[in-house]
């Protein structure tokens, strides 16, 4: 597989509350933190390497106890985040989003908390394949207003679930079937707030992975860089490798 990865401080935010995980070849993984002065990047930071941790345990167990070990990791990174919040007045109030996708049988194990985005690009066509919890999701998925209203809207950003925000968090957990040349991108709302899907699609068609990276990145700051903006492209040249 090819991997590229980028993030940004942005054009106006002081410091970027974003974090990575890339763990070639099976867990790629992206937290924005949210919170007052650092605590957010704490936060971010804290979920992904205890998530690098326990990934340590998934390998070697099938579709259904897979998702629920993940599961329970999810739940896990929640409640950690959760007291350190408690514990550090500084912390009042952090927690983060938290998404990506481990590789094993030959699928792609997503897994969402929040508003950080996976897409698929198979055969030129781009689909997202996680589902925001957002308000803004919400009033899309009623249909009381179109995509087009929810790229615009002022409240796009109001999160329904983040990871340490509450006692407890369900996480969205489910497997999809990948093949060769299928691209996943990993991305926090920082891109998708700035770049359109219509755009991401065209860039990602168009170019190599770095040319495409470079091009997605440029385009999120050219387009204002309102936010930090994170993210991580995987090609599959090889499923069956990636066992």
Same mark, same amino acid.
């Given at each position: 597989?090819?991997?590229?990865?980028?993030?940004?401080?942005?054009?106006?935010?002081?410091?970027?509350?974003? =974090?990575?995980?890339?763990?070639?070849?099976?867990?790629?993984?992206?937290?924005?933190?949210? !919170? !007052?002065?650092?605590?957010?990047?704490?936060? =971010?930071?804290?979920?992904?390497?205890?998530?690098?941790?326990?990934?340590?345990?998934?390998?070697?167990?099938?579709?259904?106890?897979?998702?629920?070990?993940?599961?329970?990791?999810?739940?896990?990174?929640? %409640?950690?985040?959760?007291?350190?919040?408690?514990?550090?007045?500084?912390?009042?109030?952090?927690?983060?989003?938290?998404?990506?996708?481990?590789?094993?049988?030959?699928? !792609?194990?997503?897994?969402?908390? !929040?508003?950080?985005?996976?897409?698929?690009?198979?055969?030129?066509?781009?689909?997202?394949?996680?589902?925001?919890? =957002?308000?803004?999701?919400?009033?899309?998925?009623?249909?009381?207003?179109?995509?087009?209203?929810?790229?615009?809207?002022?409240?796009?950003?109001?999160?329904?679930? %983040?990871?340490?925000?509450?006692?407890?968090?369900?996480?969205?957990?489910?497997?999809?079937?990948?093949?060769?040349?299928?691209?996943?991108?990993?991305?926090?709302?920082?891109?998708?707030?700035?770049?359109?899907?219509?755009?991401?699609?065209?860039?990602?068609?168009?170019?190599?992975?770095?040319?495409? =990276?470079?091009?997605?990145?440029?385009?999120?700051?050219?387009?204002? %860089?309102?936010?930090?903006?994170?993210?991580?492209?995987?090609?599959?040249?090889?499923?069956?490798?990636?066992?």
């Amino acid at each position: 597989m090819k991997i590229v990865s980028k993030t940004h401080i942005g054009l106006v935010r002081k410091n970027n509350e974003d =974090s990575m995980l890339v763990r070639e070849p099976v867990l790629f993984a992206i937290a924005d933190g949210m !919170g !007052g002065y650092a605590a957010g990047e704490v936060a =971010s930071k804290e979920a992904l390497t205890e998530l690098d941790a326990l990934a340590k345990d998934f390998p070697g167990y099938s579709d259904e106890k897979l998702i629920f070990k993940i599961g329970a990791a999810i739940k896990k990174i929640n %409640g950690k985040i959760y007291h350190l919040a408690k514990e550090k007045e500084n912390y009042g109030g952090m927690g983060t989003t938290l998404t990506g996708i481990y590789l094993e049988n030959n699928k !792609g194990y997503i897994f969402n908390v !929040g508003d950080s985005r996976v897409y698929i690009l198979h055969n030129k066509e781009l689909k997202q394949i996680t589902i925001d919890h =957002s308000f803004v999701a919400e009033l899309l998925a009623k249909g009381e207003i179109t995509k087009k209203e929810a790229f615009n809207h002022p409240k796009k950003n109001v999160l329904l679930k %983040g990871v340490g925000v509450e006692t407890h968090v369900e996480g969205d957990i489910f497997a999809i079937e990948l093949e060769n040349d299928d691209k996943i991108l990993i991305c926090s709302d920082g891109l998708t707030d700035m770049v359109s899907d219509i755009e991401i699609e065209e860039i990602l068609n168009n170019n190599d992975l770095e040319t495409g =990276s470079n091009l997605l990145l440029e385009t999120s700051l050219m387009h204002g %860089g309102k936010d930090n903006v994170s993210f991580i492209i995987v090609q599959v040249e090889d499923i069956k490798g990636v066992n």
